[in-house]
């Protein structure tokens, strides 16, 4: 066990601090500490411009390997470089669903000619992903899709009808990854395939939903026979789930850091605020920040920790990454409730008639979908119950 | 940066945790409920032979040298089989105490020896306690006086035995008068040693609360997979997953900070306050809710005394209100984390205290 930085990943950070230094300036100015979970419909276009300028100095997929267009940095210098990131008050991704998502899952399960046709948009910055899992009737029960998926034998091509919701930027991004069922007669996770596909086509058709927030990062999105390519499927027909869950190890893995320098960003916020308003006088107020702070770093290290287990190889989840998500969601809950305790009656009032929330505002409406989206609460602690802890599961009712 | 221990740590730790799993069984806790002592002299002998005692003794003194680091995990397992003897108090407290007065006192360096070889025991008392533990099967007691610290003999104190709710606990409180002659240190540097007492008190009490939990989980999932109602295994009610994912939730995410806090101990003692706390207050978050969701999953036989659940429970009780109960440590952490240099930002994954 060593839990410090040698002083070559030092030198490291000292060159991603200094390339945010230079380059956070002029327009992107505005960017600082904006665009996050709840705060990802702002500014898109300079966000996508900021996307293309951190490709530039190669700090787009910096985990990735370099065959694949990464910069094959080492656990350690992911880690300085999402601190860095983070303390500099970098924008949020907006290509983070390609990044950490739509690329590693085509790394590990997709072709020669899909990487090439794939993986060099996400890492320029320049084509930006969503993620089609669930429907109207699949939300715990996500393999319950309806979406389906037929070769028609004389384009080639695969034809898609179906609809998915609750998908996130879907009005910002190039492509979509699908699980659509490619065998009509089958059930639950058999029987799906994993589809890459366009968005800009006729048959997709994409609608805002309108959240508490009064915005909208979540959106419908109707299939009437869009199509794709007949080699725009990543495994095989029929396999489509071993992929989706495969990618869902991703979502656990390092992308799990940035996220966490965010949460650090939102409390240190808070902090401010309870130091400068007198909060942070109040005994309560300051046994709900150091519970909020101790249990981040918790979150933090024990990201350092699987990571460390696994060497930085990123699939094969262990019982602390199925207990995570159930953590995280609602730890960031709590933080919703505490920023506006801190802030008293003043969280109530927004600035002027627009319903335009302060950052925290937004923030603390938005977590209430952190304990729902990516698999309920519930739904994970059963999975923790039978899967972690081997718990007798409830016997399945026949259809 | 390398957040995992070896592979020597973890093969030392699995031969221990066979040791204790063949010898430390429930039967054998009730057994030792019924004794004079409560401890077995037999089984400290085979822990000797094992070298568990001479562990953290430097290799000056015949020891093996290790570290706070190298035992915590051997700490876990003392929970996980609610070891009754006072193996953690030994290698974790009074063992790194006389090793930082060894240097000039050869009093100090010669009980080192003799714990190596399994011929004295040490108890200690602390401030934090009101009652020293196994006192009672101790040749010598370290006490503190205000900023002192004190050695004294046995036959120096007059023992009080006060009775523990945990049955497997022997707890006394201690009359004695020290001197100049048993003051081993005092002014700053018995405060310091004192304070690092405290931390390595906690932090044996925090790795035990995590292998008590782990335990007490293992065994409601066992009950509840075994116990029908209506006919089918009463663990397939989302209720007591639920109880039980909880506990999981708190056990798993406790273990970070414990291994954390283990490894700050040991590089720089002198600023492990915060993350002993941090370790402190989520392993007894974790031990405690396992206590409650275990019993409540056992339903009324976890509330009887021939359930083995209450060996475990009580035992969870008991450490969480020792080396500090959670109120003093969650002091300490918002006292460090409000003060306005507290170093907490986003670039500070492992800034704070080392």
């Given at each position: 066990m060593k839990l410090n930085f040698s002083a070559e990943d030092e030198l490291f950070r000292n060159e991603v601090a200094t390339w945010l230094e230079e380059n956070l300036t002029g327009e992107f100015e505005q960017l600082r500490f904006r665009g996050g979970p709840g705060d990802e419909h702002m500014f898109p276009e300079e966000r996508k411009k900021w996307e293309q300028k951190l490709a530039e100095g190669g700090w787009t997929c910096v985990g990735w390997p370099k065959e694949h267009g990464g910069r094959g940095?080492?656990?350690?210098?992911?880690?300085?470089?999402?601190?860095?990131?983070?303390?500099?008050?970098?924008?949020?991704?907006?290509?983070?669903?390609?990044?950490?998502?739509?690329?590693?899952?085509?790394?590990?399960?997709?072709?020669?000619?899909?990487?090439?046709?794939?993986?060099p948009g996400i890492v320029a910055g320049k084509e930006l992903w969503c993620q089609g899992y669930s429907e109207p009737s699949a939300g715990s029960d996500l393999a319950n899709v309806k979406t389906k998926a037929r070769l028609n034998e004389e384009t080639g091509k695969w034809i898609i009808n179906g609809q998915k919701v609750w998908t996130s930027l879907a009005q910002e991004a190039d492509y979509c990854f699908v699980i659509a069922r490619t065998d009509p007669g089958s059930v639950a996770h058999k029987g799906l395939g994993f589809f890459l596909i366009k968005m800009d086509q006729p048959g997709v058709d994409v609608r805002p939903i309108q959240q508490i927030t009064g915005t909208s990062e979540f959106n419908?999105?109707?299939?009437?026979?869009?199509?794709?390519?007949?080699?725009?499927?990543?495994?095989?027909?029929?396999?489509?789930?071993?992929?989706?869950?495969?990618?869902?190890?991703?979502?656990?893995?390092?992308?799990?850091?940035?996220?966490?320098?965010?949460?650090?960003n939102e409390l240190n916020e808070i902090i401010r605020i309870a130091k400068d308003n007198g909060a942070n006088k109040d005994p309560i107020i300051r046994q709900r920040i150091a519970k909020a702070h101790t249990e981040l770093k918790i979150m933090r290290y024990n990201s350092m920790r699987m990571l460390s287990a696994q060497g930085g190889s990123d699939g094969g989840l262990q019982k602390e990454a199925l207990i995570y998500k159930l953590f995280w969601a609602t730890w960031h809950r709590d933080m919703g409730e505490l920023a506006m305790d801190v802030m008293?009656?003043?969280?109530?009032?927004?600035?002027?008639?627009?319903?335009?929330?302060?950052?925290?505002?937004?923030?603390y409406l938005f977590v209430r979908s952190d304990t729902i989206y990516g698999g309920t609460n519930e739904i994970?602690?059963?999975?923790?119950?039978?899967?972690?802890?081997?718990?007798?599961?409830?016997p399945k009712v026949k259809a | 940066m390398d957040f995992t221990f070896t592979e020597d740590q973890l093969l030392f730790c699995e031969s221990v945790k066979d040791f204790l799993q063949g010898e430390v069984t429930a039967e054998s806790i009730r057994k030792s409920w019924d004794t004079d002592t409560g401890r077995s002299s037999a089984l400290w002998a085979q822990m000797v032979e094992l070298g568990l005692t001479s562990m953290l003794v430097p290799e000056a003194q015949g020891g093996l040298g290790m570290n706070e680091l190298?035992?915590?995990?051997?700490?876990?397992?003392?929970?996980?089989?609610?070891l009754p003897e006072p193996l953690v108090e030994t290698v974790l407290v009074a063992t790194p105490l006389l090793a930082s007065l060894a240097d000039n006192d050869p009093r100090c360096a010669s009980l080192l020896e003799k714990i190596a070889a399994g011929e004295v025991m040490i108890a200690v008392g602390h401030a934090a306690n009101n009652l020293v533990c196994d006192a009672h099967v101790a040749d010598y007691l370290l006490l503190p006086k205000g900023d002192q610290v004190h050695l004294v003999a046995?036959?120096?104190?007059?023992?009080?035995a006060q009775q523990s709710v945990d049955p497997s606990r022997r707890l006394f409180s201690v009359e004695w008068q020290g001197n100049d002659e048993t003051c081993l240190a005092s002014g700053a540097e018995g405060v310091s040693l004192l304070a690092a007492t405290l931390n390595r008190g906690a932090l044996g009490a925090a790795a035990q609360m995590v292998g008590l939990a782990e335990q007490m989980v293992a065994m409601s999932v066992q009950y509840t997979?075994?116990?029908l109602q209506f006919g089918k295994p009463i663990g397939v009610n989302q209720a007591l997953k639920h109880h039980m994912a909880n506990c999981a939730v708190k056990t798993e995410f406790a273990k970070a900070p414990l291994y954390r806090a283990a490894y700050t101990v040991t590089q720089d003692p002198a600023r492990a306050d915060f993350a002993v706390s941090h370790a402190k207050v989520v392993a007894g978050e974790a031990a405690l809710l396992a206590a409650k969701n275990s019993i409540q999953s056992f339903g009324a036989m976890g509330y009887t005394w021939e359930c083995d659940l209450h060996i475990w429970m009580k035992r969870s009780w008991a450490l969480d209100k020792f080396w500090g109960h959670a109120g003093f440590h969650k002091n300490r952490l918002h006292q460090w984390l409000l003060n306005p240099n507290a170093k907490i930002g986003a670039e500070m994954t492992f800034g704070e205290q080392v």
């Open positions: 940095c080492s656990i350690e210098q992911q880690v300085i470089f999402n601190e860095e990131y983070a303390r500099a008050g970098a924008p949020g991704h907006v290509g983070h669903i390609g990044e950490g998502l739509a690329g590693p899952t085509i790394i590990a399960f997709g072709t020669e000619e899909q990487k090439k046709k794939y993986l419908e999105v109707f299939f009437d026979d869009a199509e794709c390519e007949a080699d725009d499927i990543v495994g095989a027909p029929g396999e489509g789930w071993k992929v989706a869950m495969g990618l869902l190890g991703f979502e656990r893995g390092v992308s799990t850091l940035g996220q966490q320098m965010q949460f650090q008293g009656p003043e969280s109530q009032i927004l600035d002027n008639g627009d319903y335009a929330l302060t950052r925290l505002q937004s923030m994970q602690r059963n999975i923790i119950a039978e899967r972690g802890l081997g718990m007798p599961k409830e | 190298d035992f915590v995990l051997l700490a876990q397992e003392c929970g996980r089989y609610a046995k036959d120096q104190v007059v023992l009080v997979t075994d116990r």
